[in-house]
């Protein structure tokens, strides 16, 4: 699989696209509602994260995708959890993870530890769902830890119209540098005592590839 950020406009509108088709196809099936401008803000001015089967595959193709904020660049999607102590742009808020192939939104939430060390994160903010249905043990298993009561999601609605509850989360500390350091080993596959990292990079030959040695007159 491969990891791309998305930064054209045409990409990002895919990325919204399908954002939306897994939302409404896929577990809970929600929808914003009509006066959120949220996903809008995020889609357009975070930084979107998108995963492909194969490195050919055109933009269209992406099977799962996930958004991340520093609150230096937006602020937290709601006044709870305070985040005060911390610089602003130290901390990411985390959103919009969503998957169109069984098992994709698993390699997303792994690869995106690794994108949140290289962002050099102090602290990391989810909104998880967990009502009507509980989504919030799939973090839990990863460290993450209540940082305050549940919420009234006033940006999203069942596509009935239903009510949805957010539990905040948060991962910091000794939990968030063991959350980074195993995507990491993710992203470096170990075969026996060897770690790996594949990298797509040809570099040209020069004209003459005979190797020349300057040798003391």
Not at 93 to 99: D, H
Not at 182 to 208: C, M, Q, V
Request: net charge negative; glycine share 8%.
């Amino acid at each position: 699989m491969e990891l791309r950020q998305i930064t054209a406009d045409n990409e990002r509108r895919i990325f919204a696209k399908c954002l939306a088709e897994a939302r409404a196809t896929r577990g809970l099936r929600f929808k914003e509602t009509a006066r959120s401008q949220l996903g809008n803000a995020h889609l357009a001015f975070g930084n979107l994260y998108a995963l492909y089967e194969h490195e050919d595959d055109p933009a269209e193709r992406m099977v799962a995708g996930f958004v991340l904020h520093d609150l230096g660049t937006l602020p937290q999607s709601y006044p709870k959890p305070d985040l005060s102590h911390f610089p602003p742009h130290s901390v990411l808020e985390g959103g919009e993870l969503w998957s169109l192939s069984t098992g994709a939104g698993r390699v997303a939430r792994y690869v995106g530890a690794a994108v949140a060390g290289i962002l050099q994160a102090r602290a990391i903010l989810l909104y998880s769902i967990l009502k009507p249905i509980d989504l919030t043990p799939s973090y839990t298993q990863l460290g993450f830890v209540n940082a305050c009561e549940p919420v009234k999601w006033p940006y999203a609605e069942t596509l009935e119209g239903g009510e949805i509850w957010v539990q905040p989360l948060i991962l910091e500390g000794a939990r968030l540098e063991a959350y980074i350091r195993g995507g990491f080993e993710y992203l470096f596959r170990t075969s026996g005592d060897r770690r790996a990292l594949r990298l797509n990079i040809n570099f040209e030959r020069p004209e003459s590839t005979a190797l020349h040695a300057e040798t003391p007159h």
